[in-house]
């Protein structure tokens, strides 16, 4: 099984500030990897799938890159409805998440 | 739309029902997975397994108590998870993928809270 394992646990930050989540594979991936929000009592929103397209809908703060092993979601201008809790996904080989980065301010 | 629906409640040992009613698509286009994603209390997430062409794909991990099912007739797929125990208790959802290179999960339903408890 393929593990993902997300840093940082928590991140703190203001509104309007830059928040760079990461998340690592435990084997290659290539660029099967998806980012999705999840605010509290609701279904996860899928943000970014290819490591790096946009779902529909996503605004263009949220950036994902990377490929293989290393991956980060970007988020320029953290806005009050970004708050909440974000995990990857690989797709590669089977599915995996990763452990979530609870994002507060 | 994806929705789920099931009892809330299960007995130790027994069997997890649950079924994902789907609108707005159909579920025997090739184009589209249909599968089961659940969450723990507090915890993350965990893909159960999936559907494609009426062909089930599941975890390794649960594969031997998962079994899964397509109702054209209505437009549902089920999730059936046996011998259950206190660490099945969870959010279970459903939710919409792409075809078997696409994974990722793009539609959910809101997710139904299942709690294992005699």
Known sequence: EIVMTQSPATLSVSPGERAT????????????LAWYHQKPGQAPRLLIYGASTRATG???????????????????????????????????????????????? | QLQESGPGLVRPSQTLSLTCSVSG?????????????????G?????????????????PSLRGRIAMSVDTSKNQ????????TATDTAVYFCARSGGLADWYFDIWGRGTLVTVSS
């Open chain 1, 21 to 32: 989540l990461s998340c690592r594979a435990s084997q290659g991936v290539a660029t099967n």
């Open chain 2, 77 to 84: 797929f089920s999730l059936n998870l046996n011998s259950v």
């Open chain 2, 25 to 41: 698509d159909s579920i025997t286009s090739s184009h589209y997975s249909w599968g089961w994603v659940r969450q723990p209390p």
């Open chain 1, 58 to 105: 996503v605004p263009a703060r949220f950036t994902g890159s990377g490929s293989g092993t290393e991956f980060t979601l970007t988020i320029s201008s953290l806005q009050s409805e970004d708050f909440g809790l974000y995990y990857c996904q690989q797709y590669n080989n089977w599915q995996t998440f990763g452990q979530g980065t609870k994002v507060d301010i």
């Open chain 2, 43 to 59: 915890q993350g997430l965990e893909w159960i397994g999936s559907v494609n062409s009426g062909r089930p794909y599941a975890t």
